[in-house]
């Protein structure tokens, strides 16, 4: 479905090969619990799908990753690493898209998550895929039991004046305090910022 629906894009809106840009997003899988993703069957179609492309084609294809949870959470930034493993190491642009949650809530977002998923990414850019695999894994295993119907698929997270103090445009210490938590996390894990 990935590969047909990048042939498609040249396709349907005539754009040359060579300059086309794919945005390769996650597949919405049903898992038993809730229809969701950045879940495992979705990161895996995905990441193949990145790798068929980037072996065979000159489309650039990136990534659009909607989390299951919402801005402020762990859970999202659990789920912002195994997108990025399923992305940059499988040779995928995953850059220019920051996470956002599947429902729409105004506000509902911040420069936090954005900030996360570039430094992620960078760090990314310099590890084989065993490597993003297994990060993956550890990632889903931390925050995949948590995708159900009943949470509407994980917390719904916080809006930006909640994450962010608007006087000082600085991240409030509580939000701050996950986001390095979870960086801390990475690198005990092997990643290097």
């Known amino acids: 479905m990935s590969i047909a629906n990048a042939i498609m894009a040249v396709l349907v809106y005539q754009m040359s090969v060579g300059a086309s840009y794919h945005a390769l997003g996650y597949l919405r899988a049903s898992t038993p619990n809730y229809s969701a993703f950045v879940t495992r ?12 492309l980037s072996r065979n084609t000159k489309i ?27 992305s940059i190491p499988c040779g995928r642009e ?3 898209q920051g996470a956002r949650r599947f429902k729409v809530v105004p506000l509902l977002g911040s420069g936090l998550e954005n ?25 889903l295993q931390k925050y995949e ?9 994980g917390p719904l997270g916080h809006t930006l004046d909640e994450i962010y103090d608007l006087k000082t445009l600085q991240p ?3 939000f701050l305090d996950v986001y390095e938590g979870v960086k801390k996390e990475l690198e005990d894990l092997g990643l290097e910022f």
Request: aromatic share 6%; hydrophobic share 40%; net charge positive.
């Open 41 to 52: 069957p979705c990161l895996w179609g995905s990441s193949i799908g990145s790798q068929a």
């Open 60 to 86: 650039i294809n990136t990534v659009v990753a909607m989390t299951n949870a919402g801005p402020g959470t762990e859970m999202q930034f659990q789920e912002i690493v195994a997108a990025i493993c399923a």
């Open 94 to 96: 995953g850059l220019s």
């Open 115 to 139: 900030r996360f998923w570039a430094e992620v990414g960078h760090a990314m850019s310099k590890v084989k895929r065993d490597f993003a695999n297994s990060l993956a894994e550890e990632m």
């Open 145 to 153: 039991h948590r995708i159900t119907r009943e949470s509407d698929g």
């Open 172 to 174: 409030r210490k509580r």
